[in-house]
């Protein structure tokens, strides 16, 4: 059974990803509109975070209270773009550890072709979250859950995106349909070329200035 995707609709989000839409932003901007929005996001995708009370002592009296409890998180970018996702979400949980996978697109037959894994040592005793800005085909995100579970990574596997189209999100449902998908927008579908309508472009060159 398929988990369902959440799409992102909180205000802040729709309007920083109007900003990052526009061929206008510039680099800086983009990357600082990229790092804002995955930690928006991440508010939202650690939600079902465990937590357990303990006893504290504030400036007046003994207290009770929750602190996060239970599994470790590591976040792992699809190289080159989910990079620009990283800072965001260590914002709000600095004590995760980072994976690396790298993936490109093959500019004629549009599928990924990984060139480089690199994971923490303990990832199996972590809970993750793939992040990548772009979910358009479907074809990195599904490679690069295959890689975590090929390293026996196979509970509490999410994927994060900012944009997402209905092609790349049922692909990745088919193929992994355990795996919690977060979103910031769902657009309407893929052009000839494989990118995204009405998307923002290619995020990496964009995030990079490289184009």
Do not use: W
Not at 76 to 103: N, S, Y
Not at 166 to 181: C, F, M, N, R, T
């Amino acid at each position: 059974m398929s988990t369902k995707p959440f799409i992102m609709d909180h205000p802040l989000i729709k309007h920083k990803i109007t900003l990052l839409r526009d061929k206008n932003t510039g680099s800086k901007e983009f990357r600082e509109l990229i790092n804002e929005i995955a930690m928006l996001m991440c508010y939202e995708a650690t939600r079902d975070m465990p937590t357990k009370e303990v006893e504290i002592e504030t400036p007046i009296c003994i207290a009770k209270a929750s602190v996060i409890s239970g599994r470790k998180v590591a976040f792992v970018p699809i190289l080159r773009a989910g990079l620009g996702m990283v800072d965001g979400m260590l914002e709000l949980v600095p004590a995760a550890k980072i994976g690396h996978i790298g993936m490109y697109r093959d500019p004629a037959t549009h599928e990924p072709v990984e060139y480089y894994c690199k994971l923490p040592a303990d990832i199996q005793e972590r809970d993750i979250i793939v992040l990548d800005p772009m979910l358009a085909t479907g074809g990195s995100a599904i490679d690069a859950i295959n890689q975590l579970k090929k390293h026996n990574c196979s509970t509490n596997i999410k994927f994060m995106c900012i944009i997402a189209a209905p092609e790349g999100l049922k692909a990745l449902s088919d193929a992994h349909p355990e795996v919690q998908i977060y979103c910031g927008a769902l657009d309407d579908h893929l052009n000839e070329n494989k990118y995204i309508v009405p998307g923002l472009g290619d995020a990496g060159d964009r995030i990079f200035g490289t184009k």
